[in-house]
C-alpha cells in the first residue's frame, strides 16, 4: 500500500522539485543581468566580449559605440561592395534619397575659402521664389554664422535645411553688398532622371542616377514623352 503510494506521488514531487529549480535558477539568472530568458544562451562573440572589457577595464573613457561602428565598417569590407553599414546619424540622409524628396530651401552649395557658394538653385523651389542667386554667399543662418572653420557641410545642411513650413532667415552677400532674405522651408522633389532623349529617329536614351520610390513613375513619364516623338520600344 506504501509502494502504490510512493508510485502516485514521487513524480509529482519530481516535478514540484524540478519547478522549483527553475524558478531559482531563472531568478538567480535574472539578477546577474542577463534579460534573455531561462533558456537563452550566456554564450557571447569575441567582439563583443572585447567591446565589454574595454568599456569596464580601459583606462580611458573611450566612445564605445563609435568603435562599434568602425568595427563594422571592417567587417563590411570583407564582404561584397553591395553590403555597407550606415551609422545612425546618416540613416535620415540615406532614407531621403530613397524617398527622392528632402525638406529644405532647395539649393546646392560648395564651400570655398570657408564661405558657403551657392551653385545651383533648384528651379521654382523655394529659394528660387525668395530671389537667392547662383554665386550668393551664404554668411549666416537664423543668426549662426556659417564663417566658422569646424564646419563641414553634414552641418551646415542641418542648420539650412529643416521643416517644411519652417524660415530660414539668411545673411547673404552679393556682389560684394549684404542682404537679408528669409526662405519658407518646402518639400524639395529630387529626380532619379538626369537625361531622356532620342538619340536617333526611332532610339530613346534614359539615364538613372539612383533608385527611388519616385523612379518608376520618372521613368515611365520620360518614356511617354520619347515614345510620342516616335521612340520604338
Not at 566658422?148 to 513650413?165: A, L
Amino acid at each position: 500500500m506504501v509502494n502504490k503510494k510512493l508510485q502516485v506521488w514521487l513524480p509529482l514531487l519530481f516535478s514540484l522539485i524540478l519547478i522549483i529549480g527553475m524558478l531559482l535558477g531563472y531568478k538567480l539568472n535574472d539578477n546577474g543581468g542577463n534579460k534573455k530568458g531561462f533558456f537563452a544562451s550566456n554564450s557571447s562573440n569575441s567582439l563583443q566580449e572585447a567591446l565589454d572589457l574595454i568599456k569596464l577595464r580601459y583606462v580611458d573613457s573611450v566612445n564605445i559605440g563609435l568603435l562599434e561602428g568602425k568595427a563594422i565598417q571592417e567587417i563590411m569590407t570583407e564582404l561584397d561592395p553591395h553590403s555597407v553599414y550606415l551609422p545612425p546619424v546618416k540613416v535620415q540622409a540615406a532614407n531621403e534619397d530613397l524617398a527622392g524628396n528632402f525638406e529644405g530651401i532647395g539649393l546646392e552649395f560648395n564651400v570655398f575659402s570657408d564661405t558657403v557658394n551657392i551653385v545651383y538653385v533648384i528651379p521654382n523651389g523655394p529659394s528660387d521664389k525668395a530671389g537667392l542667386l547662383i554665386g550668393d554667399k551664404i554668411v549666416a543662418v537664423n543668426k549662426v554664422s556659417l564663417t566658422q572653420e569646424t564646419f563641414d557641410t553634414d552641418s551646415i545642411k542641418k542648420y539650412i535645411r529643416g521643416e517644411r513650413g519652417s524660415t530660414a532667415d539668411l545673411q547673404i552677400i552679393r556682389e560684394s553688398k549684404q542682404l537679408s532674405i528669409s526662405v519658407t522651408r518646402g518639400t524639395i522633389p529630387v529626380s532619379s532622371v538626369d537625361a531622356a532623349y532620342m538619340i536617333d529617329k526611332t532610339t530613346g536614351y534614359i539615364k538613372l542616377n539612383k533608385f527611388t520610390e519616385n523612379s518608376y513613375e520618372e521613368f515611365m513619364q520620360a518614356m511617354e514623352n520619347l515614345q510620342n516623338k516616335d521612340c520604338k520600344v
